[in-house]
T-cell receptor, first 113, second 115 residues
């Protein structure tokens, strides 16, 4: 089946630092999504990408849909304590029929004040 | 609350009992997806349903697990004769159509503990 490789698995950073995480797939994707999960809650959509090369921002977050359609990255600038959580990439392949979204294993972000 | 509603939030079952997890999708959403999350793991797709139909159940174990989304009422994920390995967080998500432009909207999950 489809697999998403998300890295890094975890990060410990100082408040104010920038963060970068990425996701790669073995298949060509036509949709890339980035979600954040707070402890004890469900994932919340942060950014959605639909075209190769697309670069989209949401406040301090920026995500890009890779030109090869097989990767995506998420950047967080000037991290703050509430950025703590698990960030998941998710995507769907080009000709996946009715196959729903597949998720990466997540990047666990810890911010040290 | 117009979001995806899941209940119960926490469920404790003894081995061998049945667990029933409920999910009411967002208003206007007719596509429901169930995912399972084990500790320190990502979200694993289980089943995709549209009203009264199972569209894709490729991620759901063939035994003990079943799902439905009746014409009226919430979607139900049922686990019969639960075992310790079923302990996990189960998330439901919904979208207005399959392509779900804008992604899926997730509920807060049901955390199942089997003792």
């Amino acid at each position: 089946g489809q697999q998403l490789n998300q890295s890094p698995q975890s990060m410990f950073i100082q408040e104010g630092e920038d963060v970068s995480m990425n996701c790669t797939s073995s298949s060509i994707f036509n949709t890339w999504l980035w979600y954040k999960q707070d402890p004890g809650e469900g994932p919340v959509l942060l950014i959605a990408l639909y075209k190769a090369g697309e670069l989209t921002s949401n406040g301090r977050l920026t995500a890009q849909f890779g030109i090869t359609r097989k990767d995506s990255f998420l950047n967080i600038s000037a991290s703050i304590p509430s950025d703590v959580g698990i960030y998941f990439c998710a995507g769907r392949t080009w000709n996946s029929g009715n196959t729903p979204l597949v998720f990466g294993k997540g990047t666990r972000l810890s911010v040290i004040a | 609350n117009a979001g995806v509603m899941q209940n119960p939030r926490h469920l404790v079952r003894r081995r061998g009992q049945e667990a029933r997890l409920r999910c009411s999708p967002m208003k206007g959403h007719s596509h429901v997806y169930w995912y399972r999350q084990l500790p320190e793991e990502g979200l694993k797709f289980m089943v995709y349903l549209q009203k009264e139909n199972i569209i894709d159940e490729s991620g759901m174990p063939k035994e003990r697990f079943s799902a439905e989304f009746p014409k009226e009422g919430p979607s139900i994920l049922r686990i019969q004769q639960v075992v310790r390995g079923d302990s996990a967080a189960y998330f439901c998500a919904s979208s207005p159509n399959f392509w779900g432009r804008g992604g899926y909207t997730f509920g807060s999950g049901t955390r199942l503990t089997v003792v």
